[in-house]
């Protein structure tokens, strides 16, 4: 009923950028939270950035100043702009959402993931 379709992941030098997008899409009554988590291989999955209820922002401290998450309700997208990007920040990005679909009924929804690669 719900989809998350994420794109612009891919490979970039370090101190360079790149900007993700993720776009909801099917049954949305409204959006609680919709933000970015990612993996690296061998690490636990953690919150990059995200939106909750009433419009707070939340950063990894290990992106800030670095990252900026923005949206555009009227497409139910969501962006990840990564400025100064490190090696450290390689991994699979998620787009992650809590979607309510009637008054009544929510869940969590994850997008299939977009590989983001910093490397020289």
């Known amino acids: 009923q719900v989809q998350l379709v994420e794109s612009g992941g891919g490979l970039v030098q370090p101190g360079g950028s790149l900007t993700l997008s993720c776009a909801a899409s099917g049954r949305i009554f409204s959006i609680n939270r919709m933000g970015w988590y990612r993996q690296a291989p061998g690490k636990q999955r953690e919150l990059v950035a995200d939106?909750?209820?009433?419009?707070?922002?939340n950063y990894a401290d290990s992106v800030k100043g670095r990252f900026t998450i923005s949206r555009d309700n009227a497409k139910n997208t969501v962006y990840l702009q990564m400025n100064s990007l490190k090696p450290e920040d390689t991994a699979v990005y998620h787009c992650?959402?809590?979607?309510?679909?009637?008054?009544?009924?929510?869940?969590?929804?994850w997008g299939q993931g977009t590989q983001v690669t910093v490397s020289s």
């Open positions: 992650s959402a809590h979607i309510r679909t009637t008054y009544w009924s929510s869940s969590d929804y």
């Open positions: 939106f909750t209820t009433g419009g707070r922002l």
